[in-house]
Structures are given as C-alpha cells and as structure tokens.
C-alpha cells in the first residue's frame, strides 16, 4: 500500500473519491497545531461478500473532534470500529487498505490489537458498564494493562479518570456502589471515564448520546469539548446539530462512501457536494 | 357394569345431539334474515353434545360406587345370606367370592356357600345395572333437552364451549399440582407415624444407622435410626464428590462452547452434551458398578491401600458428577450468552483480551445464573438413585475417606422398600421419613435456584 505523505486522498477519475472535496486540509489558522493522529487510506470493510465501505480515506487529527454524519446504513459505525480492529470480533468482517495510527499499520502483523485497543479506546451508543462498583469499572482498564503499581496509583487514577470524565463529585462518596445503578447519563460518562483510564490517545464514540435524554447530552457533549484538547476524538453521530456543536472536522458517509469530508463550519455552510447539501436541508436520510 | 357400556352410550348419544345440533343450527342460519348466527354452527353441535355426554359420564363415574352398595345390600338381604358368618375374613372372602362367579372373573368357588350367593348377586346385578342405564338415559334426555331449549339463532354457544375448554384445561393443570401435594401428605403421614416410634432426635442426630426389621416393632431401638451416616454420604457423594468432577467440567465446557468454538464445533458439541443427559441413569449406574469402581480399587490397591472397598463413594460420585456435566453446562451456557454483547465488546474495546474478558466481565456477570444451576444440579444428584444403588454400598459409614463405602439417603429408601419388613415397622416407616427429609432439602435447593436464577434474568430485562 502506498503511503501518502500529503493529507489529500488519491483521487482516481470514476472512482467515488474523485468527485471528493480536498479533505483535512488545516485551515490557514490551524495549520501548525493540526497533526495527523490517525491516517485511513483506501479502507474497505467487508461483511462476507457485501461490501459495507468503499475506499475510504480520512485523517483524525490530534486535539480535534472529528465527526461522522450520515443515514442509517451507511458504514460510518463499521468504519470507526475498523480504527481499533472491533471489526476483528466479527468473524466475516474482512478490512483492506491502511489504516495508520502515528505511522503504523494497525492491520500489520506486528501490531498487537491489545495494545492498539488500549491507545485507541471506545465508547458505545448504549451505556455499557460492567456489573461491578464504580470503582472496579473505572480500574478494570489500568488493571489489566498493569498501569497502576500499587493501590494508591490505582486510587489516583481512578479518582483522575472519574474527575476528566465530569462524574467525580457525583460518585465520590458511593464508589463502591454497582456502576448499574447509575442513571443513564452517568453510566454514560462513567464509560468515557473507563475508556480513559488507560490513557488512550484516540477515543472513538459510537453516537453515544443516542440514548439519553437533552440534558444527559449537553453534559457529554460538553465533556467531548473538556477532553478535546487531550485526545483524538472520533465520534459516529445521527445528529448533525450535535456535530455541528462538538466537532471540528466532519466526514459525510452516504452507502458506504465518503461524501464529503471537511472543516465543520464548511461541510454544514458551504458544501461542495450536492448530496451534501441536501442530507443537511433534510432533504432524505 | 363394564366401562365400555357408558363410554359407548355417551359417545353415540353425543355424536347425535352434536348432528341434530348442527343441522338444527344451519337451519336457523337459513332462516335468519341476514344469515348470521351468534356463534358457528358447529359450537351449537358442541353445546349439544357436551351437555348429552358430560352429564351422563358424570352420572356412571358415582353409580359406579353407589351401585356395588346397593348389589351387597341386595345380597345381604336376601334368604340366602342368613347363613353368613357374622363378621370376619370368611364373611369377606365368601361375598367376594360370589360376586366373582356372578361376574363370570371366577370359574370355581372354594366354599359352597358362595354358590348358592351367586345367584341374588347376579340377580342384582342385572337389575342396578338396568337402572344405571334407564337413569343415565333420562340425565342424558334431561341434558339434551336443557341445551336444545337454549339453542337460539343468538345463543352465544361459541362462550359456553370456551368456558368448558377453559375448564377441562385447569383440571388438567391441576393434575400436577394436586399429585404433588398427594405425594407430600403421604410423606407427612408416614413420617408422622414414624417419628410416634423413633424419636425425630435420634433420627436427625444420632450416628449409628442399623435398622433391623426384624426386630420387635412395638418398641424399636433409637439408637439404630441415626441418619447423619446417611446424610453424610449423601452430601459427599452428590455435592461434594460429583460437584468436584461437573462444576469446573461443566463450566469450561460452557466457556468453550459459547467464546470460543466455532460454530460448526457447537452445533456437534452441545447435542452431544444434551445426548449425555439422555442416558439411563442404570446405565451410568453400570458403568460405575462394572467399570470405574473396580479401576479405583485397583488403583487404590496400586497405591498401596490395603484391602480397599470394592464399592467406593469415589465410584458413584465420580460417575454421578459425568451425569451433572450437561445440567451445569447447558445452565452455565446459557447464563454466558445471556451476558449482552455490549459488555463483551466493552470489555474488549479496553484491550482485554479474551481470557481476561471471560474471567473478568463474563464469568462474574453470569455468576447468578451459575450458581443458580450449580444448585438444580445439587438437587439432582442427591435426589439421584440408580447410581448409587448400584455402585455405592448399603454399609452405612460415617467417613471423610472417598476409598470407602457410604450409602445414600436414597439407596436406604429403596433397601428398606424392598425389604421384608412390614409396612407399619419402623424399618419400613424410616423410608418415608427419609423421603421426607429429602424431599424438604430438594425443594429448598429448587427453590432458591429459581429464585437467584430469576433475579439474574431480571438484571439485564
């Protein structure tokens, strides 16, 4: 596979991404803090013979909130779970192309999906905690990875996870309670504060405010903007409000190709693409 | 009277009613001016039929018991019954007898005088058997003619017919439960009477089990009705040794099936598992009684044990534990892929590996419905019987030592039923008052398995 030393995608006459904008390019203003956390390029997911992604490329971007639009259907949940191999759980699914995080191939044989799942964590559109305290769902990453020496690194990381994560002053004093019996808004919170208590470098959200109620997902989105500048952040959305509020970098996925991809303000004030424009007025999706 | 009689009356009287039902009911639908009835015309025919032959069954099923009183009171009142012992077995044996040549079940009676009694017997018989008919027939009619007064173009039939059904399907509901409770009040009877003999303290805490059945009945000896040997092998043949061989079997067969195998492996490996629990439980019995319990002792003699027990709780506990296998591992199976995906993937996604995610996140979410079988499958294995009978001993020993021989609850039962003893022996009676201790510890196992069971599922509806 080629590698591209410039943040354009190849763009081949016929081919879906010819007719694709010039995508990723930092704007004038941000040139110089925008660096490329993870670089897809060509990726193509398989389910069996059904092809769910064609040939997409895009470039996440250290400290930016990247966004994925687009109807149901249309590939972008399959995409971000090929960014830490999740896809790998699926035993038909089958990627192709290059996916690189700071340079290195994800699908090479030397990458270890262990580690590669600990640098790239994810948080899913149903709060999913473990049936154990508080404490333990939060822990359970640093444990496994070995990160905590003894039980006062463990109480540190944990207390510093909950605190980035915003759900520290609610749950101080019942750590020990089950992580279940949290409303859905925390279980919620208390997932992102599990994904990153292992200090990952990406965090990939699968629409994970899909199912909480307006208040529960102005917190949330709120803390995606607190953690932005700390983390790559990729998040899979069905609400273009949302994106338009959260993200920096938005991509538009339509049957499996990438649309658009682009500067927020300009995918949703000025798009280049016809499909673009219309899946923004609500004209279909 | 024979049963085929009235089973026939019903059977044609009702197929009649449920035709004349019928055609009566297309005839109202003729005649109704939009050709609609209230219910179909065939639930007319059943309402029909139902009120002929019900009634009628019902009526059979009680002369069945008042007839053959009122056949002895004939007898007894006629001449012939004068010379009848008073009271007494030859009384009985005499009439019984003379019902059976009047009946035609006896060729030849023992004593004269049933002979002669024969003949007001079969005079009586033929005439209540007449009435029963003549009766039946008029609740037949009376039955008949309640429901065809009824039967109007809008009688809503379809209703009442349900309601029957409806009925018919709580007896049948009831038949279980009702055995249940027949079962309980037998073992609360018997170990009652048990317990008026032996002291419930003996009973439950002495040591010593010898029951003799021979002895005097009247004032049975305490000291030989100590049941803590009995319990003991119990428990350490079914939840000790057997836990020991299908809880961590059962549970990584369960783990292997559901994480890992493909699903080719699964679907030859799980109906193998479920064939397992198919088997006869003789079957396993001989195959402990034959195969494993001399291996273990001739591998108990290699380690240098002098003179081991060619029947050992090892033998019957190990094999027992085999048979468990499928009960904790289809519980334990299902109990894992209850777990929802989401926490796998959750788990996953942090860069546990598959190991780690089953053991940590699995495992103790599914725990619940675990233990939960873990528990069904206790039940089972102290409830369980062949095995034992056949490869654990009747030697009633209080030992922690798997080499020796134990005995069961259950294979005492089945000694003690088969023995020679009275019924009214305490020897005889212990059976039923172990019965009943095991049926106690049974339901109380069954009954907080379901409960935890049930409060797992609850966690992830």
Not at chain 1, 16 to 24: C, E, K, M, R, Y
Not at chain 1, 92 to 108: C, K
Not at chain 2, 305 to 318: D, M, Q
Not at chain 2, 430 to 450: C, K, P, Q, S
Request: contains cysteine; charged residues 15%.
């Amino acid at each position: 596979m080629v590698m591209h030393s410039e943040l354009n995608p190849p763009t081949e006459p016929g081919s879906p991404l010819a007719d694709q904008t010039q995508v990723g390019a930092p704007s004038a203003e941000n040139v110089e803090s925008a660096k490329v956390k993870m670089r897809a390029r060509d990726v193509s997911v398989y389910y069996g013979n059904k092809k769910a992604i064609d040939e997409v490329s895009v470039d996440v971007f250290s400290e930016y909130v990247t966004a994925f639009i687009g109807p149901s259907g249309c590939g972008k949940s399959t995409f971000l779970r090929a960014l830490n191999r999740m896809n790998d759980t699926i035993p038909s699914a089958r990627v192709e192309g290059t996916i690189e995080l700071d340079g290195e191939d994800i699908y090479s044989s030397g990458m270890d999906v262990v580690q590669l799942r600990a640098r790239v964590g994810m948080v899913f559109q149903k709060p999913n905690p473990f049936p154990k305290s508080i404490y333990d769902n939060v822990a359970y990453g640093p444990k496994i990875h070995g990160l905590a020496e003894g039980k006062t690194e463990l109480d540190a990381i944990v207390e510093k996870s909950l605190t980035r994560a915003g759900l520290w002053e609610e749950v101080k004093d019942r750590l020990q309670d089950s992580g279940t019996a949290l409303s859905g808004g925390q279980q919620q919170r208390l997932c992102i504060a599990r994904a990153i208590a292992v200090d990952p470098e990406v965090i990939l959200m699968d629409e994970p405010c899909s199912a909480l109620d307006p208040i529960a997902t102005a917190r949330i989105e709120e803390l995606i903007d607190d953690l932005r500048g700390r983390y790559a952040i990729v998040i899979v959305t069905h609400s273009m409000q949302q994106a338009a509020r959260v993200s920096q970098r938005t991509a538009f996925f339509h049957l499996g190709h990438l649309v658009e991809y682009g500067h927020t303000s300009d995918i949703f004030t000025n798009p280049k693409q016809q499909r673009t424009q219309d899946y923004i007025t609500g004209r279909y999706g | 009277m024979s049963p085929v009689l009235p089973l026939l009356l019903a059977l044609g009287l009702g197929l009649a009613g449920w035709l004349v039902a019928r055609a009566r009911a297309w005839s109202f639908k003729r005649a109704a001016p939009d050709g609609r009835l209230a219910a179909l015309p065939s639930y007319h025919a059943w309402y029909a039929a139902l009120w002929i032959a019900v009634p009628l069954l019902a009526f059979f099923v009680v002369w069945d018991f008042v007839c053959s009183q009122l056949i002895v009171a004939h007898v007894l009142a006629s001449p012939e019954a004068q010379s009848l012992p008073a009271s007494g077995l030859l009384r009985d044996t005499i009439l019984n007898e003379a019902y059976g040549l009047a009946t035609g079940d006896v060729q030849r009676a023992m004593n004269d005088q049933s002979n002669a009694l024969a003949v007001p017997f079969r005079e009586a018989i033929s005439r209540y058997n007449l009435f029963g008919i003549l009766i039946g027939l008029a609740i037949a009619a009376a039955g008949a003619t309640w429901a065809f007064l009824r039967l109007k173009p809008d009688f809503a039939a379809r209703t009442k017919v349900e309601r029957l059904v409806l009925l018919a399907l709580l007896l049948a509901s009831m038949v279980a439960i009702l055995t249940t409770l027949g079962i309980f009040l037998t073992l609360v009877f018997e170990t009652v009477r048990f317990f008026g003999m032996v002291s419930p303290i003996d009973f439950l805490f002495g040591t010593q089990w010898n029951p003799d059945p021979m002895s005097n009945a009247t004032n049975p000896d305490g000291d030989r009705y100590g049941a803590i040997p009995l319990f003991w092998g119990t428990l350490f043949i079914g939840a000790i040794i057997a836990m020991i061989v299908a809880i961590p079997l059962g549970l990584m067969s369960a783990i292997y099936l559901t994480q890992y195998a493909n699903p080719k492996v699964r679907s030859w490996v799980k109906p193998a598992l479920e064939i397992l629990a198919g088997v006869p439980t003789v079957v396993y019995g001989y195959f402990a009684a034959l195969t494993i319990a001399p291996f273990i002792r001739d591998l108990a003699t290699s380690l240098g044990a002098s003179n081991p027990s060619s029947e050992s709780a090892l033998a019957a506990g190990l094999v027992m534990g085999v048979m468990i296998i499928p009960f904790v591992s289809s519980m334990a199976d299902d109990s894992i892929a209850a777990v929802p995906q989401a926490m796998r993937d959750g788990s996953l996604a942090m860069g546990a590996t598959t190991n780690e995610t089953i053991s940590r996140v699995l495992v103790p979410a599914a725990l619940p419905g675990i233990v939960g079988g873990v528990m069904l499958a206790i039940s089972r294995a102290i409830g369980e019987t062949m095995i034992v009978v056949m490869a654990a001993s009747t030697a009633a020993n209080l030992s922690a030592n798997p080499l020796d021989s134990m005995t069961t609850v259950t294979v005492q039962i089945v000694s003690l039923l088969t023995g020679e003893g009275s019924f009214d022996h305490p020897a005889t009676l212990a059976a039923f008052a172990l019965g009943f201790v095991l049926f106690l510890v049974t339901l109380a196992l069954n009954f907080i398995a379901l409960r935890v069971v049930k409060r797992f599922r609850e966690a992830y509806e």
